[in-house]
Every structure is written in C-alpha cells, then in structure tokens.
C-alpha cells in the first residue's frame, strides 16, 4: 500500500499547489473550496493509507524481490449476480421522483427501499447462495 499512498500524497501536492493558483487567477471561490476540499480529501487518503501500510505486512505488490507466483492463490470473496442493486436502484427512483411528483410516492420508494436494502444485506443469509 506505499505505492497507493504515494499517488495519492503526489496528488495532494499537486491539488495544493493548483488550488491558491486558480484562486489569484479566476477569482471563484466555489471553484478554489472544492479544489481545497480535493486537497484534504487526498491529503487524508494518503495518510490512511500510509498508516496502515507501516502496520500491515507487506503484500507480494510491495515486494521488490517478489515473484509473481507469489501473489498466487485466492483473491477474496466475490458475490454472484444478484437483483437487490436493481431494485434499490429503482426505489431511489422514486423516492427522488417523490420528492418532484408528490409525497405519496416518496412514501411508497421509502417503503419498497427499505425492502429493497434489507434484502441486499441478507442475501447471502437465505436461498441459493446462503453460507
């Protein structure tokens, strides 16, 4: 992971020294927050990022003596296919359609939003894929 947080310290550096540039030469100042906030946000990731690479075994990546049968074996676990981000999808929907069109309609995608996410959450508790 220090290879990940030294991308993200060199754009911290770079969003820091872009940011009072843009502000001298335009003036905008949504502009210069959200480039500030760009600044922090990589200045943050890099010290996470930095913090756990010290306390964390080096991973085979890190390694410069490492081969690449090294990085062999599982890669973790990935889900099926599954519905569930559909029907969310579809529920936030209309929860935002609610909000234009009428609360009713915000009530119904809150209601079938919650369905919707309570069953993504569980869906590996119950039917086929179930541990």
Known sequence: MKAESWI????????????????????DPTGTAALTM?????ALVTFYLGFHANKMDPRPEDLKEAEVVDGAGELGFFPPYSWSPLWCALSLFLIVSGTVFGWWLFFIGVGAGSVALIGWVFEFYRGEHAH
């Open 38 to 42: 760009t600044t922090l946000l990589a």
């Open 8 to 27: 993200f310290g060199i754009n911290a550096v770079f969003f820091a020294v872009v940011t009072p540039s843009y502000w001298f030469l335009t003036g």
